[in-house]
């Protein structure tokens, strides 16, 4: 199987232009850690997102089943490294005691 990145029509326009910022902040045990993703076209990057994971859900070597959130049925790191790899997002890491 195969999973390619389909050209949008030139009508996308400003929505495939305009920048996005996605803030995760995450508390446990007196320690803040935040984590913001940074990038352009969040709309186009929904569709990058879906076709890597039927990508990795295809592959072989998969051995994962049953009904699984993503965290799960996807690694996330890879995820976050392949985004930063292919589709030019950025990340900014904060961790501080509360």
Avoid: C, K
């Avoid at 790191?77 to 890491?93: C, R, Y």
């Amino acid at each position: 199987m195969a999973v390619s990145q389909i050209s949008l029509p030139g009508e996308a326009g400003l929505r495939s232009q305009a920048p996005f910022a996605i803030l995760v902040q995450n508390q446990r045990r007196g320690m803040t850690r935040s984590l913001t993703i940074t990038g352009h076209g969040v709309y186009d990057l929904t569709a990058e997102i879906v076709a890597y994971a039927a990508s990795q859900l295809a592959r072989p070597d998969y051995n994962r089943a049953g009904f699984l959130p993503p965290a799960i049925a996807l690694d996330p790191q890879a995820l976050l490294n392949h985004g930063i790899v292919h589709w030019g997002i950025t990340l900014s890491q904060e961790g501080m005691d509360a």
